[in-house]
């Protein structure tokens, strides 16, 4: 992402990131349904690659629950997140998890720097809300782009998911948390264009403008997000 302020914030939350997610309910069990979700398993290896990976808590879930030979690829626009990613990756001895291979590098959804036609899934984890709908719109490209025909995009994202009926007190309570540190991020920006497109639809659509198919909400018991599946046809 190109916004240098919006960097200066993330670079200053990067030491508070996984305690901050934890309260607010996205940790451990917001990973493995992500997995879920992707079909990443141990059944075959993939390449994987993981836009807007933070500290790198879901790289290396992705990483652990990976089949031999394959690949797993993090990146983010803040050197602060990836600094902490990247000692992470050392202090568990994931550097060679197994014969799984998981590396971490500065880059932005809008400019992927890979070959086309290189990844089996891509995940956007908790990073589509921060963006306007023009890097929505150029980012879902570039991911088109890098994904082999047939690959996958996950979009996990915060959302109201009245699919899976009421929601719970404590459950109410984090959501509320999430959107009011959201709120205060965007406050000087444009609300409208990041967070108000989850409720209205225009995510699927601008994946499918963008060529994606099979684009559907995946039904998941976790409730504080929404999971939003597209398939790159086969050409």
């Not at 302020?5 to 993330?10: A, C, I, V, W, Y």
């Not at 836009?51 to 990483?63: F, I």
């Not at 699919?163 to 000087?188: C, D, P, W």
């Amino acid at each position: 992402m190109a916004d240098n302020k919006g960097g200066l914030q993330f670079s200053f939350w990067s030491r508070f990131y996984d305690g901050c997610t934890r309260l607010i309910g996205y940790g451990n069990k917001f990973r493995i349904e992500n997995l879920r979700v992707a079909g990443i398993d141990a059944s075959r290896p993939l390449r994987v690659l993981d836009v807007g990976c933070g500290t790198g808590e879901l790289a290396m879930a992705v990483a652990a629950h990976s089949a031999p030979g394959s690949t797993i690829t993090g990146i983010d626009p803040v050197p602060a997140m990836l600094e902490i990613a990247k000692r992470k990756r050392v202090s568990r001895g994931m550097t060679k998890h197994g014969a799984v291979d998981i590396s971490f590098k500065q880059g932005t959804i809008e400019r992927l720097a890979f070959e086309s036609n290189t990844f089996d899934v891509v995940l956007c984890t908790m990073v589509v809300h921060h963006l306007n709908r023009v890097l929505k719109y150029s980012g879902f490209k570039e991911i088109w782009r890098v994904l082999k025909p047939g690959g996958a995009f996950i979009i996990a994202d915060f959302g109201i998911p009245t699919q899976h009926g009421s929601l719970s007190f404590v459950t109410a309570v984090k959501l509320g948390l999430f959107l009011y540190f959201n709120f205060m991020e965007t406050i000087a920006g444009n609300f409208t264009e990041t967070i108000v497109d989850h409720f209205t639809g225009i995510l699927p659509a601008l994946l499918e403008y963008v060529g994606f198919e099979r684009v559907i909400y995946v039904q998941s018991s976790f409730k504080r997000a929404i999971f939003i599946k597209s398939i790159k046809p086969d050409i």
